[in-house]
């Protein structure tokens, strides 16, 4: 296939894609994907879609993202078979990379988590629906073997076993990584509230989901939890209302310092992976202190929120969950890596 050919395709699925979403004809999908994962809700799961739809197979969105490279990288001396292994802590996260590689004009073996398969396995049969011949470039499979090269996303436990086996061939090995906020105090209400986005979006359980904000010394947080007051409703959640109520105890009992609006804790931490229902929080003096910190962390930040015109922000507040085609996670450029495979 040509890469018009595929961007005709991959467009074409967007609006399949979209017009299912309008007419409410994926609620069955839903209800299936939702029992294999109870942390996925049908919010969750429609605006990852949206997100896809918008983000990743607009006409738009494809030719913009195909015009930044050499025709070269569509078309494939040799072709080669990629195998990913896909996370499943939200709701089609993997896609991102399917979709690289079927651009790229290789072929992937997929291995997807089992928390989010059936979403997967249904985006790529609505593909196959349209173009039959597409088939040929992708396969759900449950061992990795006959591939060529490999794409894994995991844990900082799994990244390591990814490395050992996967060490003799190409790679793309990402480990935990998680998101921060910069605020200044001179953020609106409306800022604030797209920031809450950032934070509570399929329950913080993505790496570009913020964990941590930096503040300045002796910032006021009664006008940031004003601002975040409308998700509130997260405790409907029980999963969610679990978290909060352990961590909510871990602190009182053992006399923790920490702030509480009834639906989220925010504990003073250098950390940066705060637990779910909880946020961390650092005070700095200055830019120039905090640029230090950001730096000194960088291998481990997928997206710092604050300021447009910040020069540390790679992303604007409530963006942090609505990556392009070109945001690559972990600053790995993976289209080049797959052009590179020949």
């Known amino acids: 296939m040509t890469i018009e050919e595929r961007i005709v395709l991959f467009s074409t699925l967007g609006k399949a894609l979209k017009s299912e979403l309008s007419e409410n004809n994926l609620e069955d999908l839903f209800f299936v994907a939702k029992s294999k994962n109870q942390w996925f809700t049908s919010d969750n799961i429609k605006q990852a879609f949206e997100g896809i739809i ?36 939200i709701p089609l996260v993997g896609f991102q990379d399917i979709l690289h590689v079927l651009l790229s004009g290789h072929i992937v073996l997929v291995k997807p988590s089992s928390q989010d398969e059936i979403l ?17 470039f992708f396969y759900i499979v449950d061992k990795l073997n006959d591939a060529d090269a490999f794409i894994a996303t995991g844990s900082g436990n799994s990244s390591r076993y990814f490395e050992y086996y996967f060490a003799k061939k190409p790679n793309i090995i990402r480990k935990n990584r998680t ?41 006021n947080f009664n006008f940031f939890f004003e601002s975040i007051e409308f998700w509130s409703g997260i405790m409907l959640h029980s999963k969610y209302t679990n978290n909060y109520e352990y961590m909510k105890a871990i602190y009182l009992v053992n006399r923790v310092p920490h702030l509480d609006n009834g639906f989220i804790l925010l504990k003073e931490d250098e950390g940066l992976a705060s637990p779910i229902s909880t946020l961390f929080y650092q005070e700095y003096d200055n830019i120039d202190e905090l640029k230090g910190i950001l730096e000194k962390h960088k291998d481990d930040l997928q997206v710092v929120i604050g300021n447009e015109h910040a020069d540390f922000s790679t992303a604007a507040y409530g963006y942090s969950q609505k990556p392009n085609l070109d945001d690559y996670a972990d600053g790995i450029n993976t289209f080049e890596f797959l052009a590179g495979l020949n």
């Not at 918008?54 to 070269?72: G, H, M, Q, T, W």
């Not at 997967?120 to 040929?136: A, G, N, V």
């Not at 998101?179 to 399929?202: C, P, R």
């Open 179 to 219: 998101s921060v906020a910069v605020l200044d105090g001179t953020e609106s209400k409306i800022q604030i509230a797209e920031l809450a986005q950032d934070i509570f979006s399929y329950f913080g359980l993505g790496c570009r989901n913020v964990s941590k904000l930096y503040v300045p010394k002796g910032y």
């Open 54 to 89: 918008e983000n990743y197979l607009s006409e738009d969105a494809l030719r913009d993202f195909v015009s930044k490279y050499p025709i070269s990288h569509f078309a494939p001396v040799e072709i080669k078979k990629v195998g990913i292994v896909a996370a499943g802590n």
């Open 120 to 136: 997967i396995q249904f985006i790529l049969k609505r593909l196959k629906e349209i173009t039959p011949d597409i088939s040929e």
